[in-house]
């Protein structure tokens, strides 16, 4: 059974930081693109960062220079660790997990993180 366990959301005060934690079971991180979304109220759900499997990263311009993705092989999660946060940067957040050539794609049940003073 494939999970994606998200965690480290919570409450933040503008400025401050987070990092979200994505526990894989079921795949190898290593093989898979892995996704960070995130979703606010009344908003369709956004791409924030992407970690390929073969290690390259994207972030959406949103988040650039601000949120880092990473990947730990050895534990089998991946990571987001969000610096300067904003109100705007409340959402749910989700990790997901991806390999077009195989159909898989998996998700986890999502994080929230507030941002407000």
Known sequence: QVQLVESGGGLVQPGG???LSCAVSGIIVSSYNIY????????ERELVATYT???????????KGRFTI???NA???AYL????????????YFCNGRRALLNRNYWGQG????VSA
Do not use: C, F, H
């Not at 960070?36 to 908003?43: D, E, F, L």
């Not at 390259?56 to 311009?61: F, M």
């Open 70 to 72: 990473s990947r730990d």
């Open 75 to 77: 534990k089998n999660a």
């Open 81 to 92: 660790q969000m610096n300067i946060l904003k109100p705007e940067d409340t959402a749910v």
């Open 53 to 63: 499997s073969g290690g390259s990263t994207y972030y959406a311009d949103s988040v």
């Open 111 to 114: 994080t929230q993180v507030t």
């Open 36 to 43: 960070w979304y995130r979703q606010a109220p009344g908003k």
């Open 17 to 19: 930081s987070l990092r």
